[in-house]
């Protein structure tokens, strides 16, 4: 998968999905990532691909993700 596929699988993250990211050549719990209404961060002009769940950043290798599953759509956690 390259950079523009993942953009593009991830463009439903807008805070009301879950996400579970997992990873190639790696070990044990450094395989998964878990990221509670994740979002998808705009291209900042630096071609990174990065999610946040409004408290950190993570950035993704898109050569390193061998799948994701995204969870079904909940209300955003600010709705009121």
Known sequence: MNASQLRQALNDLT???DALVAFTQMDGA????SINNAMLI???GDNLIKLTDGRSEYIIEP???AWIRIGAE??????H
């Open 15 to 17: 805070g009301q999905r």
């Open 30 to 33: 450094a395989s998964l990532l």
């Open 63 to 65: 050569e390193r993700v």
């Open 74 to 79: 909940t209300p955003a956690i600010t709705a």
């Open 42 to 44: 705009p291209d900042e």
